[in-house]
């Protein structure tokens, strides 16, 4: 309830970390994204300044990030937006983060091989729940991936 | 103004239909979007349908998603939504379009190589701007890659 | 998971009809969004046509809503997409759906005077969790007010 | 181009400062925003702490907000996300801006009573491009209101 969801398009400015916990694997890295914006009297691009982001991918996600992404990759990031505040030493700092459920290469700059996994059985490849991916305290369910029927196709 | 932008998670439905137009390359193809929903009650995953969208991607991501995009490939497709009604053979039919701006294979479900596209000196290799991609009226300026100073990484 | 969030901006195009049901009340309306674009070369505004969205709302947001808004009215939108197709007298139809979490008047058209709802003690006054809004089956939570110690002002 | 668009749906944090400027006039607030997640395993919602927005509102809409809004109001917030770091007082500081581009009382929380602008014939009442509400260089082009031809109730 009243999540922040935000999709950013931008690229990956720092190494891909990746450790185990046990809620699971997570990667972090941080991430820029430049607006442009078209100044229309000036008929001219404006750069709308570049705003940093850590993003942070559990599980499957962050595996499969951190095994398939490097530093400058453009990326389109989906997940949940959060603004935190906290003390450090002995100052007030503010971290925004963005906690990912979705996120791949912008194929607007380049082309990419996809290599689908392969399911465990029983394992929990994927965060199935928003709850999860933070609190990690909730047993997982792999969703069937969704059937689709082949449409007739409509353009 | 008043556009309306999504972020779709879903899986491509069809093959990728590519042709040259005279305002650039097009592909189209149709996305299959499934959700699920905690039921709390019940303590289970529900179906919640799945929605599908015609989603179209000019120039550069036209071209790279024609190049590495197949039927069944789990995709986040970012972009303007649009929905158009139209008669056809005598009956008022119903589209729902999505104009892609940024597009990538999602990493929560496979791994991926990305190749950078080489960026031709003069050509517009990116829609650059908003009008741009249905008009196709307007000369193409190819920004410069965002400059991404590495940052403090801030975790 | 892997629902399509969507926030429309633009204006109630047919009278609001609310009804009770065993699930709590909905209202349900049409909503009209007109997008405009920028053309560069023009130097002018295109009109990208105009897309209709059938908006449903559960519970204190569907009776608010139909105690405070007439057709024409501007409203912001918040809340998940759908697309359905169903057969109707023989036809295949395509319904675009969106199940409001949040929405209120757009204050860039005009002013608006808010009056909070007083919250019964024990009843749900919100629609406390997706699933609930669409399956119903489940027990509500009123969410306490969430406590907004006064930040200081950081501009 | 590369624009990050979200919705924050919340409260007010401190009262909207209103001030004149060359290029029109601005509204800002600090804005909060408390996400709730289900957790499956505790049948519980936790908390996802709040997060600060500094919400800035041009012309039409800033002003609006200024008559219309106090502390504590529910909102729904639309618009373009930014994240600056600057040094202040030899300290760097994040800051995470919302230019609302669109913003209205949440009626999930209550009724409001809706009093439409009269638009002046030649005046600029509303943002009428990205660009310009930041550079506010550009000349203001009232757009007409959309012709919302009644459409034929479809549910």
């Excluded at 229309?40 to 951190?66: I, M």
């Amino acid at each position: 309830m009243n999540e922040t969801t935000v999709t950013l398009v931008g690229n990956v400015a720092t190494g891909v970390e990746y450790r185990e916990t046990p809620m699971g694997g997570v990667a972090r890295f941080r991430f820029a994204v430049t607006a442009r914006r078209w100044l229309r009297e000036q008929a001219a691009w404006a750069d709308g300044g570049t705003s940093f982001y850590t993003v942070s991918a559990w599980r499957a996600l962050g595996a499969n990030l951190a095994a398939s992404v490097t530093v400058g990759d453009p990326l389109v990031v989906h997940g949940r937006l959060r603004v935190r505040e906290e003390e450090r030493d002995g100052r007030r700092k503010t971290f925004v983060d963005v906690d990912a459920v979705a996120a791949g290469h912008d194929l607007s700059r380049g082309t990419a091989a996809f290599r689908r996994a392969v399911r465990p059985v029983a394992a929990a490849e994927r965060p199935s729940d928003d709850a999860q991916s933070q609190s990690g305290m909730e047993a997982s369910v792999t969703p069937a991936p969704p059937s689709v029927e082949a449409p007739t196709p409509v353009f």
